[in-house]
């Protein structure tokens, strides 16, 4: 167990206090994922999720441990790990390009060694989640590519793309099911088709009718159910909204999805601080009732400030955005080893690094010594 300051500050103790009764009221006992056929130790590592929350919030980034600022493929290394000394508890990992048979995801990553990463966090005792920014089976294009609408209904039983698309789901399905350790298959929390509340993505509110969205959606969990594969807990991840009917518009159902998440990042620098703190206060107001109705968990699946602007940012906009609810998790975006200023997290030397350090050490923040037996 890491050591945790024995004092903070005031302000922080009664938001703890303050929180830690929140959070106890809205954990559910019994909960269990959508899959009844889940493996064990899928089944155990979504329990133990929501027994967490009753501790605090897991803190994730996405690829932190395959690169970061200046490196790449560095064994047992990350930029968090190198600021504070633990690794995160949950690791972000994305597999575009795996549907196309590609040896490297559309982030140059091969895919032999994010499975080794993933199994080294698996054990570990971490988490692993997963997205998949899936190319255009229309168009050729990648998955910004919007210049035609009609790409889901072209993926759904007797549309054009659909014999190329479901080729596609068992290359990712392949993927999946090769994720095992000791002749266990490892849980993944798998986000597909996230941020569909906006327009960027060819999976977007405006290149798809809601109907058709939750076609895609719930074919491809039945694709995967059928073949046999259940390890996975389905994330449902729009972009911003705290309106329960826009966000709950493209739902597959409650027997497809597991946890309730959403994707909003801070924006315009410092001065976007105090908005980005009221959205997610209106986004997570809403989403605590519905998580609670719906007994499923409770995740923000993305989130960060490009470069990180303020200093203080850790301590002062992310921590008591997600000390106020009983979030699962929350994840960071990525710290690119070959964009210049396009970081998520903090690293060596980075002018907010000693503010991770305290962000860190508080009782309510959970990283990877935290969290070691998530499978049991």
């Not at 929140?22 to 064990?40: E, N, R, Y």
Request: contains cysteine; charged residues 20%; neutral net charge.
């Amino acid at each position: 167990m890491k050591y945790k300051k024995l004092s903070v500050a005031l302000g922080f103790a009664a938001l703890s206090i303050s929180c830690a009764v929140k959070k106890q009221q809205h954990v559910q006992s019994g909960v269990h994922p959508a899959d009844s056929l889940a493996t064990k130790q899928t089944v155990r590592l979504y329990q133990n999720m929501a027994e967490t929350v009753r501790r605090g919030v897991m803190f994730g980034q996405q690829d932190a441990t395959l690169y970061g600022i200046g490196w790449k493929y560095d064994k047992n290394r990350s930029d968090v790990k190198s600021v504070c000394g633990d690794q995160p508890a949950v690791y972000g990992w994305e597999i575009g390009h795996i549907e196309l048979g590609a040896q490297s995801s559309l982030d140059s990553v091969h895919f032999s060694i994010m499975r080794k990463r993933i199994t080294e966090a698996y054990k570990r005792g971490g988490i692993n989640t997963i997205s998949w920014h899936c190319d255009n089976p229309l168009t050729g294009g990648n998955a910004w590519d919007v210049s035609q609408n009609g790409v889901v209904a072209s993926v759904l039983p007797g549309g054009a793309k659909h014999e190329l698309f479901m080729t596609w789901l068992d290359r990712v399905g392949d993927f999946l099911n090769s994720l095992e350790s000791h002749g266990k298959k490892i849980p993944v929390l798998f986000r597909p088709f996230h941020e569909h509340t906006a327009g960027w993505f060819w999976w977007g509110e405006n290149h798809c009718s809601p109907e058709e969205y939750k076609a895609m959606y719930r074919m491809m969990a039945d694709h995967f159910r059928q073949r046999g594969i259940h390890n996975l807990i389905y994330i449902y991840s729009p972009d911003q909204t705290d309106q329960s009917s826009k966000y709950f518009e493209r739902y597959p159902g409650d027997n497809y999805i597991d946890a309730l998440g959403v994707d909003y990042y801070q924006q315009q620098g410092a001065a976007g601080a105090g908005g980005y703190m009221r959205t997610i206060n209106s986004i997570f107001t809403m989403l605590t009732v519905e998580a609670k109705n719906r007994n499923k968990l409770l995740v923000f699946s993305e989130t960060g400030s490009e470069s990180v602007p303020m200093n203080n940012w850790w301590t002062d906009v992310l921590l008591p955005t997600v000390s106020a609810f009983p979030i699962s998790y929350v994840m960071v975006w990525r710290n690119a080893y070959d964009r210049p200023n396009h970081f998520f997290g903090t690293y060596p030397g980075n002018p907010s690094s000693n503010n991770f350090i305290q962000f860190y050490q508080q009782s309510n923040t959970l990283f990877q010594q935290d969290i070691s037996n998530m499978y049991k």
